[in-house]
């Protein structure tokens, strides 16, 4: 039997809803495939915040980095700010463990329906490759006459050498490894930011030339934004900075059904450090309590860690159940028209496992 400790952080809203589900899953795929968890909660938030002051305790990474990997809910809570939520938990986290790969896989599957016309099951299956600790997150800046009427603020995006060709080069063996199209595609503006992406596009054009077996293309952002929406079928994996890899993966998730069935991975590919796997939705506060949050992207999530876990038929059979019960169309939770529960899809996705 092979054993792993995870870090689970519900967080807040949604999170705290659609994390025992995913945890309900990796049980049930542990019986079939001789795998035993320890899951360790930790209480880190907006709740947490609201009775310490900081989101997560000062040791939060000297106690994450026990384990194998972290389940992440979601964080955020209303009168939170958005600069603290970010700041407080998921950039440490993302930095401090040097995930620098921000996975967000996005598939049309059988039995959703895309907001777009004549796009059938399989047909948009696509994968963006998001920077993830450096860029226009960076947060370097500052304030100047705070809070007077002639304020300035500040702020500098970071982009490296070592940071763009490490995450670019992730993307290309990303497209070698995936039954797609073998191409790889790079988003950038430096038309307007004459350098910190003109930068990225030298970096991609040198990485692309040790990958003569996979295609290429680079657009302009408001180009690609337009090409999600006009020609998805033609993406294979995206690979983009810190800003347009997040704009555009929710772009992606919209297109391929909801986003409530997105999920993610922050690799640290190294293996130094632990990564972190997350649906992208957020905390959701319009729903939440009402039972009806899809539990879909938090179980992708898990089922994205089993892989990188090395328990690769496990996350397969997760994947195949959660296939099984989009495709039936019966269990759907109103993001995807339906009026099932948080609670029906799990119990359905554990009986198709």
Known sequence: MRNFSIAVIPGDGIGQEVIPPALDV??????????HFDF???DWGAEYYFQHGAMMPPNALEQLAAHDAILLGAVGHVDVPD????????????????????????????????????QTAGAIDMVVVRENTEGEYAQIGGFLYHHQPEEVAVQTSVF??????????????LARKRNGKKRVASITKS???GYSMVLWDRAFQQVASEYPDIATESLLVDAAAMNF???PQTFDVVVASNLFGDILSDLSAMVTGSIGLAASANLDPSRRFPSMFEP???????????GIANPMAAIFSASMMLDHLGATAAAAAVLDAVGKVLGGRRERTPDLGGLATTASVTQAVLAAL
């Not at 990796?26 to 795998?35: K, M, S, V």
């Not at 921000?102 to 329906?113: C, I, K, M, S």
């Not at 490296?160 to 063996?173: D, K, L, M, Q, S």
């Open 280 to 290: 992208v939705h957020g905390t959701a506060p319009d729903i939440v309590g009402k």
């Open 26 to 35: 990796l049980r049930a795929a542990g019986a079939r495939f001789d795998l």
């Open 229 to 231: 929406v006009r020609r």
């Open 83 to 118: 600069n603290i939520t970010l700041n407080g938990l998921l950039l440490p986290i993302r930095r401090g463990f040097d995930q620098y790969a921000n996975v967000r896989p996005a598939v049309l599957w059988e039995g959703v329906d895309s907001p777009l016309r004549d």
């Open 40 to 42: 360790a909660p930790f």
């Open 191 to 193: 038309n307007a930011q």
């Open 160 to 173: 490296t050498r070592r940071g763009c060709e490490r995450v670019i080069r992730h993307a290309f063996e």
